[in-house]
Nanobody
Framework: QVQLVESGGGLVQPGESLRLSCVAS????????MNWYRQAPGKERELVAS????????NYADSVKGRFSISRDNAKNTVYLQMNSLKPEDTAMYYC?????????YGQGTQVTVFS
């Protein structure tokens, strides 16, 4: 059974940083591209960042380029999202995701709130 468990969210002020983690189980983590998505209230879920199986290729939404960094540790079955220079518009539920088996799988999410 695929499980994705996110952690690391919180309440921060603009300009501060957070590091999200996602521990995966139930599939061969090192053979899958991993993604972070986010969804703000009243908005559609959007792709924030992606990382290839070995970590050699990453991609980011324009809104987070230069501020967020995705990485992974295949030995720990964990993907990370380092978020720097946070802005109020980054407030959202953040989800770890991968296309495994029948379709895209998501974790339960971790809430990030940036308040001024």
């Amino acid at each position: 059974q695929v499980q994705l468990v996110e952690s690391g969210g919180g309440l921060v002020q603009p300009g501060e940083s957070l590091r999200l983690s996602c521990v995966a189980s139930g599939f061969t983590f090192s053979t899958y591209t991993m993604n972070w998505y986010r969804q703000a209230p009243g908005k559609e879920r959007e792709l924030v960042a992606s990382i290839s199986r070995t970590g050699g290729y990453t991609n980011y939404a324009d809104s987070v380029k230069g501020r967020f960094s995705i990485s992974r540790d295949n030995a720990k079955n964990t993907v990370y999202l380092q978020m720097n220079s946070l802005k109020p518009e980054d407030t959202a539920m953040y989800y770890c995701s991968a296309v495994v088996g029948r379709g895209r799988q998501y974790g339960q999410g971790t809430q990030v709130t940036v308040f001024s």
